[in-house]
């Protein structure tokens, strides 16, 4: 059983396009993460969810929102796709701190 | 802003040599630190997590926190050629649950 689930693997859009990443864990953890690595390979936090509830949202664009039905899943929209989100998206979850993550495998995101 | 600084390598060691892969950080309030492995193409792996000073051993991998010194290393021995990936160095800044990345290290294991 996969632990941390995302989907799609791959996503090849167009830009100006609307589209979303879905994730789902069965860990059982409390909090979900949406991560962004560049090209340089470089984590970025995007979005951090506890409980349904949006605890630290980064700088980041007002065209990317994240949407937790419940627990178990946070999946990220993102309207109006641009050249330079072009990337690999990372979901993760963890029990509270001082515990680390548990990465899903990744989408790996290409506008063009 | 807080930093987590690792040196980008390629760091080259042969097979069943000690890898050292070293990590410096900004915020001295840090308390929790950790270290991930990413194959290409994958998903970083959690790897080693180290709270407190010192040293913690689990199989061929140690991990050494010195918190005066701000910094936090990973050592592999017996290096094998599968240990070959990129280590992503992780702080927790003081008062926050969210970690900082380093930019990871690469590191080639070569028989």
């Known amino acids: 059983d996969t632990a941390v689930s995302q989907t799609p693997k791959y996503l090849v859009t167009q830009m100006g396009n609307d589209k979303s990443i879905k994730c789902e864990q069965n860990?059982?953890?409390?909090?979900m993460y949406w991560y962004k690595q560049d090209s340089k390979k470089f984590l970025k936090i995007m979005f951090s969810y506890n409980n349904k509830e949006l605890i630290i949202n980064e700088t980041v664009p007002n065209r990317f929102s994240p949407k937790s039905p419940d627990k178990a899943h946070l999946n990220l929209h993102i309207n109006s796709l641009e050249l330079g989100d072009s990337a690999v998206y990372f979901c993760a979850s963890s029990q509270p701190n001082p515990f680390g993550y548990t990465f899903g495998s990744g989408t790996r995101l290409t506008v063009v | 802003q807080k930093e987590v600084e690792q040196n980008s390598g390629p760091l080259s060691v042969p097979e069943g040599a000690i890898a050292s892969l070293n990590c410096t950080y900004s915020?001295?309030?840090?308390?929790?630190f950790f270290w991930y492995r990413q194959y290409s193409g994958k998903s970083p792996e959690l790897i080693m997590s180290i709270y407190s000073n010192g040293d913690k051993e689990d199989g061929r991998f140690t991990a050494q926190l010195n918190k005066a010194s701000q910094y936090v290393s990973l050592l592999i021995r017996d290096s094998q050629p599968s240990d070959s990936a990129t280590y992503l160095c992780?702080?927790?800044?003081?008062?926050?649950?969210?970690?900082?990345f380093g930019r990871g290290t690469s590191l080639i294991v070569h028989p």
């Open positions: 992780a702080v927790n800044p003081g008062g926050s649950y969210i970690p900082t």
């Open positions: 860990l059982g953890h409390d909090t």
């Open positions: 915020d001295r309030g840090s308390q929790s």
